[in-house]
């Protein structure tokens, strides 16, 4: 399948394959409704059973998972594929009529990274799927790109980047220096991304919200990097290799932020469309993740298998 990309209005440009899975059909034929304008591709299951045959066929992008089903619940179906190497990234979204904390938090502990409510907020579940869309598949937007050979023989270096093409194209090519390149591209983009967006160009988490609920995300981005507070600035990540680690050191020049709310999956932003990157980047990509105040300098660690 194409990589997925996105069009200059933050809407997806191409069919990410969707997997919705519910034992209720008048809600299936609900989902598609509601997301039809992102022009994905949909497949459907009516159980887990029928879901995780599926998925084993043919690995989806994004799963959207009823919680409560007969037999094998979604946590259960949740559960069997953070366990299974194959299937153990694809984001997956729960919905629920179950909102307590203790529900919430089960779900998060089961790898879930997204919530919804039934009955569906039309609006909120759009602006969820486009969203964890965007975290999954940005790296992979960049990913047919050829890698330099010259980076990866690298011990020490210092980059510049300004735009969200910028970030992805080299969060790429810095990933090629891991074990495992592809955790790493992922990890290292949501932090290059979020030094431009929430950095550089000051989209709060609030506005990013409201941004991604209407489809203009990625504009809103465009149009700052024109603006004349935000024009000038410039992001940078100082990488060392050393003997038994990979060091990024990720900088803005925007005020930072309160990074500490954002480091783990929170019951309170579980319906929120974004604000997983960095948690997300915690536990797949590096075995360290410091801030440093006032929050526009990010370190992380990649561990080498061997030394270099």
Request: proline letters at 7%; one cysteine or more.
């Amino acid at each position: 399948m194409k990589p997925p990309v996105l069009s200059a209005n933050g809407t997806l440009a191409s069919r990410p394959l969707v997997l919705v899975v519910d034992d209720d059909p008048s809600n299936l034929r609900l989902v598609e409704e509601v997301l039809a304008p992102l022009d994905l591709n949909l497949r459907t299951a009516a159980s887990a059973r029928r879901a995780f045959d599926a998925i084993q066929e043919g690995p989806p992008d994004l799963i959207l998972l009823d919680r409560i089903m007969p037999g094998e619940t979604g946590i259960d179906l949740l559960r069997r594929l953070r366990a299974d190497a194959r299937f153990a990234k694809i984001p997956v979204i729960i919905q629920t009529g179950c909102a307590s904390t203790r529900e919430l938090r089960e779900g998060f502990d089961a790898g879930a990274a997204y919530y919804v409510t039934k009955p569906l907020d039309h609006d909120l579940l759009r602006g969820v799927v486009s969203g964890a869309l965007r975290t999954a598949t940005q790296p992979r937007v960049v990913a047919s790109e050829q890698s330099n050979p010259a980076l990866q023989s690298m011990r020490r270096g210092c980059f510049e980047f300004r735009t969200l093409d910028e970030a992805l194209d080299l969060a790429f090519q810095l990933g090629q220096l891991c074990p495992d390149p592809e955790s790493a591209v992922l990890g290292l983009a949501e932090l290059m991304v979020n030094a431009v967006e929430h950095g550089n160009l000051e989209i709060s988490y609030a506005e990013k919200s409201t941004l991604c609920r209407s489809q203009s995300w990625r504009a809103e981005v465009l149009r700052r990097l024109e603006h004349p507070d935000y024009r000038r600035r410039m992001a940078h990540v100082n990488v060392e290799r050393r003997q038994a680690v990979v060091r990024f050191e990720v900088c803005d020049e925007g005020p930072g932020f309160d990074w500490r709310k954002f480091m783990s999956f929170d019951p309170e932003r579980a319906f929120d469309p974004n604000g997983r990157g960095i948690a997300l980047a915690q536990q797949v990509a590096f075995s360290n993740l410091n801030y440093q105040e006032p929050g526009n300098v990010v370190v992380a660690e990649v561990p080498l298998k061997s030394p270099a």
